[in-house]
């Protein structure tokens, strides 16, 4: 498919997003966000101006504090003089764009600064369009001089490692919990996180936070013993207070200086793979949801599954004979 | 796709199979673990005879005892007159074919015992494959005049999701654990589990596991307090002195009374049309896999993609490119 938008337009877009025009910046994210026809254009326009930004992963469940410690993070990094860029995806969420009430009131300490750029991703159902759009969603951010891209995610499904897959650096935001700071904690989530803090380490609670993140680190260098490579470790930080964030920050650098630059683009490349196959299998499925075929002998085909008159097998041979059939 | 074999020789293996041929049982079970030509005439020869047999799901994670406390409620089974088809899901495992020594081993106490079938499921590197197959799988057992048949699972991945999508009653077995007893429960299963028993109740043992069933109960109703469904039971029980496991089946059977005959058929209706779509996106991940164009630029596409000379997003679309030429 090619667009029947001149390119001049797409390269209009990534000048002006260069120069740092919020709006330009919008449209483009829209553009790879709807996979657009544009999408290729736009990809292949922002290519040589990529590839500078730290993408920084940020996860947690909800209640954890995300919202409050991203927003703490990105004053932080602001102070440092960083551009900032924030992604928020939430594959549960039906609503995407920049304009909606909900990025500004979440953030909005940051609205009227013009050095940050907030935008929520919505993933319209399937996890696998967010894994599609989220990474070039980056690179516009990316080409557009931002100097930190945060990609945050509410911990859902497999949202975690999706977000995993297209970052540097991935931080794993957990509270302390009484008990066992382990209880509740997802599978799996502690092996792919670079950094782990726990927060809301304020007031009261700040023992227990502590004590929460010394077992964990423990926990994590007995499991990784004798590796040689990057232990995640654990700290303290809390969002109401301000405090711990730029320790976080500090840890998240040094995961990257860890990596070296040849291991930073060996990570990169291979995740470039990934997202290569991620986008062939969505458009697979696209190409199911969207078949004319199917969407005729769909319900026909549910009512007599259900009914029982029809066996999975069949009826799966009958779908697909309707999507080959176009 | 049809089969060059005639349809007469599925309808004998069906025929002999009813008869309790354990040959023909197996070779059936090859025919749709194979995802043969043949499959299609495989279900349709045995629907007639399916419906009857007791659908269980047995998961827990390696170590708790499974294959233990399986053959012990194969034995329970047998003591009340039933037969009994085990199938074994393992989808980390590259092995099948019930000739497989490890069958034998594992329970070697009903390896001679006629009433009793097992079989090894293996998903040949993707689990879509041991969705589409295992359902097919139980059919065979079924219409073999299993009364019961036993889906175990380990807890790899999404396989206790899948396995729970194809019975009619899901068994969580755990331990018993120092400090506290959900630490380490893969989240989400304790949604999906229908009846729960805390295993290796023996011994020194036995006054911490009651303990942490009753913990576990005690937050499964916290949980789903104020909901009308089916709360899963906590119950104990020892593979190795053979204690409590009647008491585990008393429970599954209940659970089954509890869904009433039309809430068992709309389960199973709902089940039958989820396998369909499992069917159709295996299909086309497999379509993908044998494309000749696609096993023909990948390993090109693949280097330049590593190499950075190839954004993922034209990556993609010649992989697509050369899937759609064939």
């Known amino acids: 498919v090619t667009s029947t938008r001149p390119a001049a337009d797409i390269d209009t877009l990534v000048t002006r997003a260069r120069e740092g025009d919020a709006r330009s910046v919008a449209r483009l994210i829209s553009l790879v966000e709807n996979a657009s026809p544009a999408l290729r254009e736009v990809a292949a326009a922002l290519a040589p101006h990529t590839g500078r930004a730290r993408v920084i992963g940020l996860t947690g469940s909800p209640g954890v504090g995300k919202s409050t ?7 932080a990094l602001r ?5 900032v860029g924030v992604l928020a995806v ?21 609205a009227t600064d013009s050095g940050v750029f907030i935008r929520s991703m919505a993933s319209r159902g399937h996890l696998g369009g967010l894994a599609a759009a989220t990474p070039q969603a980056v690179r516009v951010l990316d080409a557009a001089g931002c100097d930190v891209v945060l990609v945050e995610t509410v911990g859902v499904g497999q949202s975690e490692v999706t977000v995993a897959g297209m970052v540097d650096t991935f931080l794993f935001l957990t509270l302390a919990r009484t008990g066992d700071q382990l209880q509740g904690i997802k599978k799996g989530i502690l092996e792919i996180a670079d950094v782990i803090a726990v927060n809301k380490a304020d007031g009261d609670r700040a023992d227990e936070a502590r ?3 010394k077992e964990l680190s423990g926990a994590l260098r007995l499991v990784h013993r004798g590796s040689k490579g990057w232990v995640a470790p654990v700290l303290t930080c809390s969002g109401l207070e301000d405090t711990g964030v730029d320790d976080v920050w500090a840890r998240v650098l ?22 290569t196959w991620t986008l062939v299998r969505d458009e697979l499925q696209q190409r199911l949801r ?8 769909r319900e026909e085909i549910r009512a007599a599954v259900l009914a029982g008159d029809l066996p999975a097998t069949l009826a799966a041979d009958r779908i697909l004979a309707a999507y080959d059939a176009g």
């Not at 969207?290 to 002998?297: D, F, N, P, Y």
């Open 69 to 75: 410690s991203t927003s703490m993070l990105v004053r």
């Open 79 to 83: 102070g440092q003089g960083n551009r």
């Open 254 to 275: 040094e995961h990257r200086e860890s990596l070296g630059q040849d291991g930073l683009e060996a990570k990169r490349a291979d995740q470039q793979l990934e997202f």
């Open 90 to 110: 939430d594959p549960s969420s039906p609503f995407s764009g920049g304009a909606l009430l909900g990025d500004r009131v979440r953030m909005q300490d940051h």
């Open 290 to 297: 969207r078949s004319a075929g199917v969407k005729e002998v």
């Open 211 to 213: 004590a929460a993140a």
